[in-house]
């Protein structure tokens, strides 16, 4: 059992930053595979970036040289870090981890992040 809670979403100005962070609790492994999705107004939910144990990351085109994911695994957390915001950003982020043992997939609530023009 796995709960995640995120943090650091807010409005912000195209151009600015922001950084997300997602706070595991529960039965976490440093195996499991954390990562970021989001769904814009109107939009399906997409994978933004994720991150292995062994710091493979993989990132969306859209945000590909904007936006960095690390993890602390001795903090269980996840960050994602959002530069050069653009109003195509706008969207509820949600944290997302995979089981190593079971491949099931754990939520977390969504931070919305808003970046006006």
């Known amino acids: 059992q796995v709960q995640l809670v995120e943090s650091g979403g807010g409005l912000v100005q195209a151009g600015g930053s922001l950084r997300l962070s997602c706070a595991a609790s529960g039965s976490i492994f440093v195996t499991d595979v954390m990562g970021w999705y989001r769904r814009g107004p109107g939009k399906q939910r997409e994978l933004v970036a994720k991150?292995?144990?062994?710091?493979?990351?993989n990132y969306a085109d859209s945000v590909k040289g904007r936006f960095t994911i690390s993890r602390d695994n001795a903090k269980n957390t996840v960050y994602l870090q959002m530069n050069g915001l653009k109003p195509d950003d706008t969207a509820v982020y949600y944290c997302?981890?995979?089981?190593?043992?079971?491949?099931?997939?754990?939520w977390g609530q969504g931070t919305q992040v808003t970046v006006s023009s």
């Open positions: 997302n981890v995979v089981s190593f043992v079971s491949g099931y997939n754990y």
């Open positions: 991150i292995s144990s062994g710091n493979i990351t």
